[in-house]
Nanobody, 119 residues
């Protein structure tokens, strides 16, 4: 069973930095991509930063240049340093793994970690 565990969330002042980590375990499938989504209060979950199995990175326009994503395959870990945080970045951040299972793309999710940004 796939398990994703996030860490690194917390409270920071605007302009500050945090680094989120996600450790994956139990995956025996072919992984298409891993990354991070976020959900702010009253809003839908949205993709933030994705890294494919080949290392291609994609970012939401709102975080481009401030957030990065990387992975350590040996540790089954995905990292997301976040710099120049804004109040609009306040959300629950979820780690995501998209796997290919029997020719279907299946999403797995962590439980989320809260990021709060104060003025």
């Amino acid at each position: 069973q796939v398990r994703l565990v996030e860490s690194g969330g917390g409270s920071v002042q605007a302009g500050g930095s945090l680094r989120l980590s996600c450790v994956a375990s139990g995956s025996t499938f072919s992984i298409n991509a891993m990354g991070w989504y976020r959900q702010a209060p009253g809003k839908q979950r949205e993709p933030v930063a994705i890294i494919s199995s080949s290392g291609d990175e994609k970012y939401a326009n709102s975080v481009n240049g401030r957030f990065t994503v990387s992975r350590n395959n040996a540790k089954n870990t995905v990292y997301k340093p976040m710099n120049s945080l804004k109040q609009g970045d306040k959300a629950v951040y979820y780690c995501n793994e998209e796997a290919n299972i029997d020719w279907n793309d299946v999403d797995f999710w962590g439980k989320g970690t809260l990021v709060t940004v104060s003025s």
